[in-house]
């Protein structure tokens, strides 16, 4: 098997699991992998990691603030005795 077939099924596989980010970041990756001589563990790593990171931004972006007063309305009552 060649290394673009192999690169093409990896990209092919981070498209079906809509991993955008760690796609994007693939050559980049790999080069600096084999320039570093990674370990397939660490390699690994460091991708999940790009995509760990997007996804947590984006998470992050669609939080919608809530307003103190709104905060106050979602608290449950507490009764004083």
């Given at each position: 098997?060649?290394?673009?077939?192999?690169?093409?099924?990896?990209?092919?596989?981070?498209?079906?699991?809509?991993?955008?980010?760690?796609?994007?970041?693939?050559?980049?990756?790999?080069?600096?992998a084999a320039k570093d001589k990674l370990t397939s563990q660490t390699f690994l790593e460091r991708l999940l990691a790009v995509e760990v990171g997007a996804v947590d931004e984006r998470r992050r972006a669609a939080a919608v603030p809530v307003h103190p007063r709104r905060l106050r309305l979602l608290r449950p009552a507490v009764r004083r005795p």
């Open positions: 098997m060649s290394a673009s077939s192999d690169y093409q099924k990896l990209r092919a596989h981070l498209a079906f699991l809509r991993m955008t980010a760690a796609a994007e970041a693939l050559p980049g990756l790999l080069e600096q």
